[in-house]
């Protein structure tokens, strides 16, 4: 009885995941045209507003692990959540860019910290503390329908209903997400940390050692690469060689391919183990952006969604699960929280260096030469972690 009620706590907080991602985060891309023009400032402007979210939301879940790690579920899901929401639809009623964003950055940086995966995985692994593997991939198998669900849906809101009454619906749909997640969370994780660190404590803590130093290193050039490739990818394809159209179909047939890299990835690290798995999609991100590179043709733009769709779906789960192995359970959710920061950095860096090379060269194709050098420091950090991993292996032998 208690494993199927901690089911339906993971799967609420997929549904969670799903409507928390699909609101600011891929709701952006559907919606920021209007906004534009309904707020008389260009894509620039809002793409430093998105940027500045992305920041604040990463930021902001250094603290709400703090609250995770002292179990304290209805002011996560009940309160803080619902008021981001609750934030993101006053932001519509804004008639003045400069309220807007303001607005906009502190409801989306609410919503990252409050219902992204750098909560809903720590939260997972103590409601699955029997299988944090099965959780993990459990809810990133939910995750993976976030971005084909939300952007149909918030494209058609916006197209019969306008962008404001888009942005309200889906933040009265995230309030319902929030406090179902949290009704059934409730009760489930009973073990509190009494004393919790500071999130600077805990944060010097993630990397006092070469191989934690390592691990976070990866997780930020890793999320380096595959921020430039998702931004990056259409236009590199239409320079390829593919019209826009064919460039857009391959790109959302990728996204579909994040499930290729959850479903099967149980039994996949039951036999290879999530370090090694970790590896090779770090790998897969580099050898896709070669093939991004001569995507002008049909069949090698497909490898391209097939291999970088399987390596980052699989990521998603597997950064979790081997910050599981290595990271202070005591702490977990904080010092989780703030790998993701640090990841979250580098997903916002990434596209504007390489915005800066595309820009001083000249060429596109720039940008997955950028993302094949970051995905390769990232698999080269991996190989420095293990090894430093397997030493402390055989001294505590």
Known sequence: MRLKSSVRAVDALGALTIVAYGTWFYGFGVLVGDVG???????GALGVVYGS???AGGIGAMFVGRLLDQVRLDLIFLWLGPAAAAT?????????FFVFALLYVVAGGGIAATGFYSVTQPLV???????????????TIWGAFSSPIAIPLTELARD??????????????????????GLLARGRVTSAVRSPAKVWTVAKET??????RSYVAGAFFSSMAVSVLLVYQVQ??????????????????????????????????????????QHVCRGGVAVGAVAL?????????????????????????LDGMVGHEILDHKHFATALAFVGFVATVGSATGPIVAGILVQRLGSVGVAPGFVIVSASVAVGAQFSAARHRGRAVITNV
């Open 207 to 212: 990397t006092a050692t070469p191989l934690l």
């Open 125 to 139: 692994v103590q409601l699955r503390s029997d299988d944090p593997t099965r959780g993990i991939t459990r809810l």
């Open 53 to 55: 979210t992305t920041l």
């Open 293 to 317: 590179l001569f995507s002008g043709r049909s069949g090698i733009a497909i490898v391209y969604a097939i291999v970088v769709g399987t390596s980052a779906g699989a990521l998603s789960a």
């Open 160 to 181: 019969t209903t306008g962008w404001r009454t888009a942005v309200r619906l889906s933040a009265a749909l995230l309030v319902v997400a929030y406090v179902g997640a």
């Open 88 to 96: 993101y639809a006053i932001a519509s009623y804004a008639s003045n």
């Open 37 to 43: 023009d309904d707020l008389g400032v260009g894509v």
């Open 236 to 277: 590199t394809m239409k320079w390829a060689g593919l019209s826009a159209a064919a460039a857009a179909s391959f790109a959302g047939a990728r996204g579909l391919l994040q499930l290729l890299g959850r479903l099967p990835l149980l039994p996949l690290v039951d036999r290879f183990g999530s370090w090694k798995l």
